[in-house]
């Protein structure tokens, strides 16, 4: 059986890290600790589960407290999670059942990534990520915030159907206000003169996007979108953003030619289809529009656009809402009446 240190880099988590470590209990053979400066309880919190706690110097850079928790591990895989994450019974039985399993060849598993977009946890989005590393096949974190793991050798991947669960709503959800923590990190250190990597522009334009810095967030996108290290379905998440900003900067006439864009790359992701249904439905062509709409909810991201964030919005509740709204125009009741029972099935998940 293959042994596991689980590391994790902790900040004042006294609200999360005993549910965090609890959820996947009896799984890692060690835990690793390091704490970036804490001033609650959350060290004597880990003082409960592991001796290996260390103090780290923070230093505006996400990818060296990662790395500093990697320089302690000494099993054969390393799981990384946040302390606000947790695993589900169901899947913490599906990670020992991987850790049963796990053969040498394996260097990497990815897991999904499930994050809440409300307090009722009914609107999530998802992505994948690199959960499970073999310690010695030199992973390493790189970016400085929103870091990524990744290895300048040829690795063998394992794709499972584990997912890790975030347990804290993101900022300006449910009435919290929006946290500046992410952008000042950039822009301190474009104040220092950092030249951005590709993903640091990337995340840098999501973080201005969130913040409604939409000309910062536009200029930084277009950078990004036809860069040729960003694979093809990050260029499409990319479009849906760069779409979402240009109509918040009162240039609505760009949501249309980057739709029409990134349905010339690859089959239809379904924010795309969304826009495409309201650009019809706008100019009253229904048949048209429940085509797009119908296409959004037939065809969701699922295997294609799994390591990019996917917003369950657009293939769910959303193109119902708008169906229903179609078919009543029509006087099509009977199929209002389906699309809405829909909507709302969604809304209610």
């Not at 060690?30 to 290996?52: F, L, M, P, Y």
């Not at 996400?62 to 799981?79: G, M």
């Not at 897991?111 to 959960?131: A, G, V």
């Not at 078919?327 to 099935?345: N, R, V």
Request: net charge negative; glycine share 4%; aromatic share 12%.
């Amino acid at each position: 059986m293959a042994t596991i240190s689980l590391c994790l880099i902790v900040k004042n988590e006294e609200q999360n890290l005993d549910q965090c470590l609890s959820s996947v209990q009896g799984i890692p053979d060690e835990i690793i600790i390091v704490d970036t400066g804490s001033t609650d309880r959350t060290k004597e919190i880990a003082a409960k589960w592991t001796q290996h706690i260390y103090d780290f110097e923070w230093i505006d850079d996400f990818s060296a407290a990662r790395n500093e928790s990697f320089k302690y591990a000494t099993k054969d895989y390393i799981l990384w999670l946040d302390a606000d994450d947790i695993v589900t019974p169901e899947n913490k039985i599906k990670l020992e059942q991987l850790k049963e399993a796990l053969t040498e060849e394996v260097d990497a598993v990815s897991m999904n990534y499930e994050i809440p977009q409300d307090d009722s946890r009914r609107f999530i989005s998802n992505t994948t990520r690199l959960r499970l590393v073999k310690r010695n096949a030199g992973f390493s974190w790189k970016g400085i915030v929103h870091e990524d793991i990744t290895t300048e050798a040829p690795y063998h991947f394992m794709k499972s159907d584990i997912t890790v669960t975030h347990t804290k709503v993101g900022d300006a959800q449910g009435g919290r206000a929006l946290s500046r923590r992410n952008l000042d990190i950039y822009e301190r250190h474009l104040a220092k003169g950092y030249i951005f990597t590709v993903p640091d522009m990337l995340n840098y334009a999501r973080e201005c996007h969130s913040h409604k810095l939409y000309k910062q967030a536009i200029h930084y996108y277009e950078q990004c979108k036809d860069h040729p290290e960003i694979p093809l379905e990050n260029r499409v998440f990319i479009l849906h953003k760069l779409a979402t900003c240009y109509v918040y900067n009162n240039q609505p006439e760009k949501e249309l030619e980057l739709t029409l864009e990134a349905l010339s790359m690859d089959v239809p992701y379904p924010a795309f289809s969304c826009r495409m249904g309201e650009h019809f439905l706008k100019s009253g062509n229904l048949e048209a529009a429940i085509f797009w709409y119908r296409s959004a909810y037939s065809s969701p991201p699922g295997k294609r656009y799994s390591w990019s964030p996917i917003d369950h919005v657009y293939h769910t509740w959303l193109p119902h809402q708008q169906l229903s709204l179609c078919y009543e125009a029509l006087g099509d009741t009977a199929q209002a009446k389906h699309h809405q029972q829909w909507a709302e099935f969604y809304r209610k998940e």
